[in-house]
């Protein structure tokens, strides 16, 4: 298989006060995505899961170890990745065809072409009949479908998904977690998908990178191996959860205090 995403050994401090202390996010991660995989980050809340987001986007340099893209060094920020977070940050003043089709219009692509391209994608999505509605008409399933469709115009293969169903309800966040299924099977994304939520990455998961509390280290990485679809009732799935949440209680502790 082809690797799209390869973190070595990288190491992230963010200075904590004006009196030169530093705190360590991240102590020598390492990972890796091949094509078409769906791997998910999981971890205890402040474990660096955001940190290495920005890191995989180009958006936050490491100060030590290396990010690859399809096997070559990390050239700039943003190339090669389309980076979703949890906030859909769509723009008010902005309908939602010309919400979605903005990564196309920032890219270059004449209007004409953008909306032409986001209108496809919105029905397909089933956002059909909204193509002129404003964000404050939607509800926070639909904005956050809106916001798929924007980074999947971005035309990139790896997808960085930071808790971006983490604000909605059980439900809605099953349709969604559906959808972003429907993404990968059928347009071929590659997703590096990151959650605090045990049961969303046992469903939606090729392989799970376990994080430890901070400083952010990779503890186990776990391959799924349960055919899909998967429903949160199966037995395997609940099983499986129940695993990982015993062998993540030391380290959910550790958060917590």
């Not at 920005?54 to 170890?65: E, S």
């Not at 290396?66 to 979703?84: F, L, N, S």
């Not at 692509?109 to 391209?117: D, F, L, W, Y």
């Not at 605090?196 to 799924?224: K, N």
Request: glycine fraction near 8%.
């Amino acid at each position: 298989m082809v690797e799209k995403l390869r973190l070595e050994g990288v190491v992230k401090r963010f200075p904590a006060s004006a009196r030169g202390a530093w705190v360590e996010a991240l102590a020598g991660v390492s990972l890796n995505v091949e094509e078409r995989e769906f791997v998910t980050l999981l971890g205890p809340s402040g474990c660096g899961k955001s940190t290495v987001c920005n890191i995989a986007a180009g958006l936050v340099r490491p100060d030590a170890g290396t990010v690859a893209i399809d096997g070559a060094p990390q050239a700039r920020a943003g190339a090669g990745v389309a980076y979703m977070q949890q906030k859909d940050l769509l723009l008010p003043w902005r309908t939602v065809v010309d919400n979605a089709a903005l990564g196309l219009e920032v890219q270059g692509v004449g209007r004409a072409e953008s909306r032409a391209e986001a209108l496809r994608w919105l029905d397909a999505f089933g956002l059909g009949g909204f193509e002129r509605a404003y964000p404050a008409a939607l509800s926070g399933g639909m904005r956050q479908r809106v916001a798929l469709v924007r980074t999947l115009l971005c035309r990139r293969d790896l997808l960085v998904l930071d808790e971006p169903f983490g604000a909605l309800d059980a439900m809605t966040r099953a349709t969604m977690q559906q959808y972003l299924l429907r993404l990968r099977d059928e347009y071929h994304r590659t997703v590096l998908f990151i959650t605090h939520d045990v049961e969303e990455s046992v469903v939606l998961s090729d392989r799970i990178y376990v994080m430890t509390a901070r400083p952010g280290r990779v503890r186990a990485e776990l391959t799924v191996p349960l055919p899909r679809p998967r429903r949160a009732v199966d037995p395997d799935v609940v099983e499986l959860k129940a695993q990982i949440l015993a062998w993540l209680q030391p380290e959910l502790l550790g958060a917590a205090g």
